[in-house]
């Protein structure tokens, strides 16, 4: 098992829910909806005080991928200045982004498979990952 994987499975035991909002609730870190623009997201800190922004004009799905997406840099890039997750860079790119995708996918589909008769794609959408991350699984 990856760290990522790893990371995903203390939290699923430690929070007892596979859902951002309310695991970003249970450990304090404070939440933002701003205006954005193209930035769907970031993550940072404040005087130490851990903090996420998210895109107020995102839909639902995006929004909660979003959370998810930054809530894995709180956990595994902690100290990192993280980029700003941006729609048509989603594939990109660095290592960071690319683990805090897997951490994302990990957690929203938190454990579940596919049912016998579901696509991939079916599956992945069914539990909030966007279509352009799917290549991430
Ligand atoms: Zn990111």
Known sequence: MGQVQR????????????????????KGILLFFDELGDIWGYYNRFVRVPMIHI???LTEFNSRFTCAHELGHHLLHPN???PFLKKNTLFCVSKIEREANHFAIHLLTGGDKPY????KQQFLLRNGIPVDMHCFY
């Open 80 to 82: 990192v200045n993280t």
């Open 7 to 26: 990371e995903v499975s203390k939290l699923l035991q430690k929070h007892g829910t596979n859902n951002p909002w309310e695991i970003v609730n249970q």
């Open 116 to 119: 016998p008769d579901e696509t």
């Open 55 to 57: 895109n107020n004009e």
